[in-house]
């Protein structure tokens, strides 16, 4: 679950404080590559997850799937649509393009999909815990 904590700790937590501390163009900069990564450890994180739970259990419930394949695919348009798109926008603003109200239109839509991300995060943390009370495990450590 260590995936979900860094989707949460990057988005709600880190990306702020950049933009708290440092001038919004070295912000959005580190921000952005900071997504980029967060994003390509999401693609990895929910095929290694999908793998192991399938290797592991016989039974999973549709909550997991929703939410790790729903994770996968918004990972997977983050990172090869909204943030490409942006990042273009950016660079047309920078030569001069007047495309603020494009630019604040994708960043809108990315971070709506960013939240969706962090409650289908939240909906598989919550899978993980469950099965973990079902098996008898949680209260045991």
């Given at each position: 679950?260590?995936w979900i904590g860094s989707?949460w700790t990057?988005?709600?937590?880190?990306?702020p404080i950049l933009?708290?501390?440092?001038?919004?163009?070295?912000?959005?900069?580190?921000?952005?590559?900071m997504?980029?990564?967060?994003?390509?450890?999401?693609c990895?994180?929910?095929?290694?997850?999908?793998?192991?739970?399938?290797?592991l259990?016989?039974?999973?419930?549709?909550?997991?799937?929703?939410a790790?394949?729903?994770l996968?695919?918004?990972?997977l348009?983050?990172?090869?649509?909204?943030?490409p798109?942006?990042?273009a926008?950016?660079q047309?603003?920078?030569?001069?393009?007047?495309?603020?109200?494009?630019?604040?239109?994708?960043?809108?839509i990315?971070s709506?999909l960013?939240?969706?991300?962090?409650l289908?995060?939240?909906?598989?943390?919550?899978?993980h815990?469950?099965?973990?009370?079902s098996?008898g495990?949680?209260?045991h450590?």
């Amino acid at each position: 679950m260590a995936w979900i904590g860094s989707l949460w700790t990057i988005g709600y937590l880190v990306v702020p404080i950049l933009f708290q501390m440092l001038d919004k163009k070295l912000a959005g900069q580190l921000a952005g590559q900071m997504f980029v990564v967060e994003y390509w450890m999401g693609c990895a994180s929910a095929v290694l997850l999908i793998i192991l739970e399938r290797s592991l259990n016989s039974e999973i419930p549709l909550r997991f799937w929703i939410a790790s394949v729903g994770l996968f695919i918004l990972d997977l348009v983050q990172l090869f649509v909204i943030h490409p798109m942006i990042v273009a926008v950016k660079q047309e603003i920078a030569q001069g393009a007047d495309l603020n109200s494009r630019f604040a239109t994708l960043h809108a839509i990315g971070s709506i999909l960013y939240l969706l991300m962090s409650l289908l995060g939240l909906m598989l943390v919550l899978t993980h815990f469950r099965s973990l009370d079902s098996e008898g495990v949680k209260g045991h450590g």
